[in-house]
Structures are given as C-alpha cells and as structure tokens.
C-alpha cells in the first residue's frame, strides 16, 4: 500500500500518483485539511505540512504497535482525501457536495471525540479563585 501522503491522496482524486502537473493545487487542499485536524489536537502540537511526495503518513501520527492510532490514522486519511476532493475536484451535484461536506464534518467530530476521550482536559478549575480579597464561602 501506498504510504505517501501526496500520492494516496493523489490516487483517491484519479490523478496519476507520477503527474506533477497539479501538485501545487492537491497540497494545498491536504495541507489545509492537515490544519483543521491538527486543530482538533491530532497529530503533532506545532502543525503538520508536506511540500512534495516524501511525507509519509506516519510522519503525521506515529502509528507503531498501537491500534488506536492506526484507526485515528485512517480517519485523517479519509478526511484529508474528501477534504481534498471538495477542494480540488467538487463534484458537480450540490447533493454530492453536500453529502461529501457532512461526510467530513462527522469525521473532523469523531477526531474531535477520539481526542477528548483520551485527553479530556476539565474546563472548569477545582478550585475558584478569588480575586478581590474576599470569602468565597461567605456567599
């Protein structure tokens, strides 16, 4: 199986993976999609971009030995790849596009969802702070 990013996804638009001529246009649209997931908090904290074929997909998400990343890592994928489709490539039909765009948005949320189940963060602190010098006890 295909590892690079640039050429999977090249693929999944039926452009030949060797064709350079819309390069420019496919990493773009990856590109902005690896963004949006890096957004959720999915892959590496400092963002993630290619420039060229050499990117494989386990230079975003370390998948080694782990099986939970591996399925993350095949949700990214497929987002990647629709995010790309609609950006690169729409299909004529509003009802596919509108298909293809709630397909992606559930997926961005099942990333969302996975990340939180493993590294949910409280928003509301323990303990309330005080700032004026009063008794929060004396309410």
């Known amino acids: ?3 690079s990013i640039l050429k999977t996804v090249k693929k999944a638009v039926n452009i030949d993976p060797n064709d ?3 390069d420019i246009d496919i990493i773009n649209a990856i590109n902005a999609e690896f963004s949006t997931v890096t957004d959720l908090g999915v892959g590496p904290e400092i963002g993630f971009v290619i420039e060229d074929d050499s990117l494989e ?4 998400l370390d998948t080694e030995e782990d099986p939970e ?3 993350l890592l095949s949700k990214v994928k497929m987002a990647v790849i ?3 489709r609609l950006l690169f490539d729409p299909p004529a039909q509003s009802f596919l596009i509108a298909s293809l765009e709630k397909q992606l948005l559930e997926l961005e949320w099942r990333l969302n969802v996975n990340r939180e189940a493993k590294e949910y963060t409280d928003p509301l602190p323990d303990e309330v702070a005080v700032i004026d010098g009063g008794d929060p006890s004396s309410d």
């Not at 997909?57 to 975003?60: I, K, L, S, V």
Request: proline share 6%; glycine share 0%.
């Open 82 to 84: 629709l995010k790309t």
């Open 57 to 60: 997909w386990t230079d975003f």
């Open 1 to 3: 199986m295909e590892q």
């Open 69 to 71: 990343k591996r399925i």
């Open 20 to 22: 350079p001529a819309f």
